[in-house]
């Protein structure tokens, strides 16, 4: 069962430093379709398409609905493999989940799909995602991940690996350098800090605000990850439920505080293009999110992009627990089409798709030695920030049917109504707990 993952702090260090154990990197040469640096990868030897087999379906969704290097991928892999991948990328990730369980009851799954790692609670509980244990074994690329990345993507038992690890990353906080300049803002540590910090920066004469709290759509994982640096626990060290704590409600208190004197207009509905609009434009001085966001950022003005760790209960990062995630790729058991599609999202693990992902505006921390090594990335200050946050404790949403519904139907109509009065706060806490343990 996947609980915190201390060891993880070690491996993630490859995306900075080299492996003496691993091999190097080769250099990287330029596809002319994309403009992207590719390199060559150990395991893509060109192999005879799956009999009969011409073409899969594969549902994916975008941060960044303008990058194309997933289509560039398809038409590299259909050239080597003779396969065709037909794309599904037009469905928001808000409502990629019960848009995927919708074709599974009507029987159009796709053949293989993207997924978080909130996701598989009910899959796994429903077989509808293929086992791949005997796949992966099989497949020459095994040895190039690293080896922490296959604890998020295994089943409640802690050994049947349910989907192929395809994107890694750590929240973290985001902040305005010029704001906290001019309102000569300490960078908070803590969480009461935060607070503080937040009331200081807000100045609505000027249109600023502390902190976009993001209630909308997926705000789940960055209140989590606030209240997980809190010392709130998914589990315990048996594996049962423990989220309903007296560290997670304090935490909660702190974080609903903000709302609504030191937060934007509009935050109990925003969602990743508001948060990441109000930061560009100055309306926001703080936002919680991960890696996905930093290329977007990097591109608008990345001298006024600050980076920091989550603010703690302790403000010491080798006392707290920060969250993680990974977004993975599956099989779905009732395709016809299994080799082939295993083909294509063993294809997103190698060499040449990784680099070319982790450089993406959609791209994250590599989930492979090969690239995790490569040092174009040890001066990229937001790999940085993950991998300090990696560095200690790690934790993430566990792979139990409760996740699926405290995330995808609980938490928001609980949260929102905590920050309009509808609820108390600790009713936040009690319900996701709740869910968690009855996954209902």
């Not at 209240?227 to 998914?234: I, R, S």
Request: with cysteine; charged share 10%.
């Amino acid at each position: 069962m996947l609980r915190r993952m201390a060891t993880i702090a070690t491996v993630v260090a490859l995306v900075v430093a080299g492996c003496s154990s691993a091999s190097t990197t080769p250099s990287p040469t330029t596809n002319a379709a994309s403009g992207a640096p590719q390199t060559a990868a150990p395991t893509a030897t060109p192999t005879a398409a799956p009999a009969k087999v011409t073409s899969i379906n594969y549902w994916y969704w975008q941060d960044d609905v303008t990058d194309t290097t997933i289509q560039t991928l398809a038409n590299q892999f259909e050239q080597l493999y003779g396969i065709h991948v037909n794309i599904q990328s037009s469905i928001a990730q808000p409502n990629f989940y019960q848009s995927l369980v919708n074709a599974i009851a009507a029987g159009n799954a796709p053949d293989a799909t993207h997924l978080n790692t909130n996701m598989f609670g009910q899959l796994i509980q429903a077989k509808v995602l293929e086992p791949l244990n005997t796949q992966i074994d099989a497949w020459s690329g095994k040895a190039d991940v690293i080896p922490s990345m296959w604890s998020f993507v295994k089943g409640p038992d802690g050994q049947t690996i349910y989907a192929m690890p395809n994107k890694f990353l750590m929240f973290y906080m985001y902040y305005r350098i010029d704001l906290f300049q001019k309102y000569g803002v300490t960078v908070p540590k803590t969480q009461e800090e935060f607070v503080a910090a937040a009331k200081a920066l807000t100045h609505p004469s000027d249109k600023v605000y502390g902190f976009d709290i993001r209630g909308g759509a997926n705000g789940q994982d960055q209140w989590a990850a606030f209240l997980v640096a809190g010392g709130a626990q998914f589990l315990d060290s048996t594996g049962k439920v423990a989220f309903s704590s007296a560290a997670a409600k304090t935490s909660n208190n702190l974080y609903i505080s903000t709302y609504p004197d030191y937060t934007n207009p509009g935050a109990i509905n925003d969602g990743y293009a508001q948060i990441t609009s109000n930061f560009e434009a100055g309306t926001a001085a703080m936002i919680i999110n991960h890696l996905g966001l930093a290329k977007t950022l990097d591109k608008w003005d990345s001298a006024k992009t600050g980076v920091a760790l989550i603010p703690s209960a302790t403000g010491d990062p080798t006392k707290t627990t920060y969250m993680g995630t990974m977004n993975a790729n599956a099989v779905l058991a009732a395709s016809t089409k299994k080799e082939a599609a295993f083909k294509w999202i063993s294809f997103l693990a190698e060499t040449q798709a990784q680099l070319a992902i982790t450089k993406s505006t959609n791209g994250y921390l590599p989930v492979v030695t090969s690239v995790a090594n490569d040092p174009q990335f040890a001066s990229n200050k937001y790999m940085q920030i993950s991998i300090q946050a990696a560095a200690n404790s790690v934790t993430a949403w566990p792979p139990i049917p409760g996740t699926t519904v405290a995330t995808q139907k609980t938490w928001q109509p609980l949260f929102q109504g905590a920050l309009t009065g509808k609820n108390s706060a600790d009713a936040v806490i009690d319900g996701v707990g709740n869910t968690l343990s009855t996954g209902k």
